[in-house]
């Protein structure tokens, strides 16, 4: 019998079902050893030596694993496939060979980016060691944050009462909002104005077009800055024809984005669902863990942890089935697309977060997921298959207007989209795009150029510039993510 680690008592039971009885499967229950809160946790002038303390809880998980390994013919260290996981199963070794619970047992590492069965028995038939680099790169950040904190955190304790410790991700999510609020502080609103037209064609069907020159000058957003200004070229246009100068039809594309990474997911729940950073991990966890769904308890989404953009071959196949099957194949591009991460220090050690098995619509497990649970998975699937799916085909009209009173003139611009084939669109679309369909689904009317066309009616509008707004937890991981700062889910 082989004992096997695993981070969390969920998954230990899940694990032990697909190994059977020749394994038994142990929870750690997260980080077993810490630094003390005590000078001398960390000693630069020792080579960075570091002091490690368990506590009481963990200390009896400890116990028992090792009562358990002592009774085994080996173990393996199954923890979360990222670098906290590798470091939490090189605390547990080093706990282990204290204890002398090992003596000449062999010892494995295994790491499985999905909770299924498949996912699972591929992996323990593929154990490897314990990446030192990746042990190294976790023991220096937590030296770091040590030695950085220990420092800071007493100035923090003392000037706000409550706060919990003083951090490189905090820090700079800090200043971030600080220099915020400055520049909105010093914030100066001006007014400016917009003129529009209500025109109609000869064909009686109306449309409306925006002001961009006037008296052969280009207009920017703030150049008409009053209301006498505006009144005046209100009445100009008042007493104006119109006629259209040309009319330009041009298709183009939309291509889907990538399949999640853990703060794209937390950016779509946060302005989609209207989920905190906190409870998208939450829910994203208990999906990962698995459900029991026709008497097995399985994993419905990859590892929730990642910086990477890409699916797996296998998983690109099965979306591409899935493609063709939940939406036809008019909708399958000829070629797999393939992805390439954006964000600073991306390290794309895992895949992005996808569903496990495409098949499983969310329509098909509706009934064994909550309404958190439900809301979550659908926005992963849809935007996992989307991202193998056909571009969006749209025609983008514009129409260039001219308009005449004695010597003065004014240009207008009308624009409006149709959406020609829906691709992608069909299975998902986020915040942004939902904004940028609305203008692309505003249809022109046929309009033929050098046509003249009816006043109906001419808007003059009062704006004012606004400050830039304050961050949303959203906003912020995104700002975060930008500036390459650490995983910023924390």
């Known amino acids: 019998m082989d004992v096997v680690v695993v981070e969390s008592p969920a ?12 394994y038994k499967v142990l929870a750690s229950f997260g980080h077993v050893r810490d630094l003390p809160a005590k000078d001398g946790s960390v000693r630069p002038d020792e080579d960075f030596a570091m002091s490690w303390a368990v506590d009481t809880a963990s200390g009896k998980r400890l116990a028992d694993i090792a009562k358990a390994v002592k009774d085994a013919d080996g173990l393996i260290l199954a923890t979360d496939p990222d670098r906290e996981g590798e470091a939490i199963s090189w605390h547990v070794l080093e706990v282990l060979k204290q204890k002398r619970a090992l003596k000449d047992k062999p010892v494995s590492r295994v790491v499985f980016n999905a909770i299924t069965k498949s996912s699972v028995l591929e992996a323990m038939a593929n154990p490897r ?49 600080c220099d915020r609020e400055s520049e909105i502080e010093r914030f100066i609103r001006e007014e400016y104005w917009q003129i529009s037209a209500l025109l109609g064609t000869p064909g009686n069907e109306t449309f409306e077009a925006r002001l961009t020159a006037f008296e052969r000058k280009k207009l920017q957003k703030l150049d008409i800055a009053n209301k006498a200004q505006a009144d005046d070229i209100k009445a100009m246009l008042e007493g104006a024809t119109f006629k259209a100068l040309s009319v330009e039809a041009k298709p183009t594309k939309r291509n889907p984005g ?3 990474t853990t703060s794209t997911l937390q950016q779509a729940a946060s302005s989609g669902l209207g989920f905190s950073a906190t409870r998208t991990m939450q829910v994203a966890q208990r999906l990962y863990e698995g459900m029991e769904i026709g008497g097995e308890t399985t994993g419905l989404i990859t590892y929730m942890r990642t910086d990477g953009v890409q699916m797996a071959p296998e998983a690109i196949d099965a979306a591409r089935d899935a493609i063709a099957k939940e939406f036809g194949p008019k909708y399958l591009p000829e070629k797999p697309r393939q992805y390439t991460a ?41 935007r996992a298959i ?13 129409v260039e207007i001219e308009a005449l009173n004695g010597a003065r003139t004014a240009e207008l611009r009308a624009v409006g989209s149709v959406v ?7 299975a998902y679309t986020d915040q942004k795009e ?18 003249q066309l009816a006043r109906r009616a001419i808007n003059a509008t009062q704006h004012t510039t606004e400050p830039p707004p304050r961050y949303s937890e959203a906003s912020l991981i995104k700002k975060l993510e930008e500036l390459g700062i650490g995983r910023p889910s924390t």
């Open 258 to 260: 990538p399949p999640f």
């Open 434 to 451: 939902d904004d940028a369909e609305d203008e692309e689904n505003r249809r022109l009317p046929e309009i033929r150029s050098g046509e």
């Open 129 to 177: 060691q314990i990446d030192a680099p990746l042990v190294d790169a976790y023991l220096a950040r937590r030296a770091l944050d040590y030695l950085v904190g220990f420092t800071l955190s007493p100035v923090l304790w003392r000037k706000l009462p409550g706060a919990r410790s003083a951090g490189r991700v905090q820090s700079v999510a800090l200043r971030l909002v």
């Open 420 to 426: 020609r084939f829906d691709g992608f669109i069909a």
């Open 386 to 398: 989307a991202s193998q799916m056909q571009s969006a085909e749209i025609e983008r009209t514009t």
């Open 11 to 22: 998954k230990a039971k899940t694990i032990n079902k697909y190994l059977g009885r020749n």
């Open 342 to 382: 954006k964000a600073k220090n991306a390290q794309e050690a895992h895949e992005a977060i996808r569903p496990t098995d495409f098949m499983r619509t969310p329509a098909s497990v509706r009934q064994y997921l909550d309404s958190d649970q439900m809301r979550l998975y659908e926005l992963i699937w849809k």
